[in-house]
């Protein structure tokens, strides 16, 4: 494969799928290994990503607000974890600050939308457990002091936090969402 072939390939995919430079990248040094009839160097990967950049083919700050979006949108993502990814696909760190602060807003609801429906699922799982053990099944007897209602609230935020956190969204943000 030439660099002319290479680069004809490469504007046809972009062109099908928003890609960052580092997956264009990722992809020429993973074509330049897999086939021996690759005569592509290192300055001619770079060449072809400038190429790809100059005719916007390759926009590495529209991929960033594209993932943000998506991942916000479809996976229930925060931008710690959004970040952590596009660090690792090559985005410079500014363009990814950049697109989190742009798109706070959408983070803002993809978080109240997520606690909202894990709390939902924890408060099911904790009546039915709480069901379980008052109708006398293998957990023995439960005694409903407030006490113990205090322990399964604390329980419940816990898990609602700790779900959040691992979704990448800010300590503070999911507090303030929580009172």
């Known amino acids: 494969m030439t660099k002319e072939q290479a680069?004809?390939?490469l504007t046809g995919e972009c062109s099908r799928n928003e890609m960052c430079s580092g997956q264009v990248r990722a992809k020429l040094e993973k074509w330049m290994a897999a086939q021996k009839t690759v005569v592509l160097t290192q300055p001619d990967i770079e060449e072809i990503i400038k190429t790809l950049t100059k005719e916007k083919f390759i926009d590495d700050a529209r991929?960033?607000?594209a993932y943000i979006r998506d991942r916000y949108k479809f996976y229930g993502w925060g931008p710690r974890k959004a970040e952590f990814q596009?660090?690792?696909l090559g985005i410079p760190v500014e363009i990814i600050k950049e697109a989190i602060a742009a798109e706070s807003?959408?983070?803002?609801?993809?978080?109240?939308?997520i606690v909202v429906a894990?709390?939902?699922e924890v408060k099911r799982r904790s009546e039915r457990a709480v069901s379980n053990k008052s109708s006398g099944g293998d957990y023995g007897s439960f005694s409903a002091d407030g006490n113990?209602?205090?322990r399964v609230q604390?329980?419940?935020?816990?898990?609602?936090?700790?779900f959040a956190l691992s979704r990448g969204f800010?300590?503070?943000?999911?507090?303030k969402l929580m009172r």
Request: glycine share 6%; hydrophobic share 40%; no cysteine.
């Open 7 to 9: 680069l004809n390939r």
């Open 63 to 65: 991929f960033a607000g």
């Open 86 to 88: 596009m660090k690792a």
């Open 105 to 113: 807003q959408l983070a803002a609801e993809t978080l109240k939308k």
């Open 118 to 120: 894990k709390s939902a």
């Open 148 to 150: 113990n209602m205090y």
């Open 154 to 162: 604390q329980q419940e935020r816990a898990k609602i936090v700790k």
């Open 170 to 175: 800010d300590y503070g943000d999911i507090m």
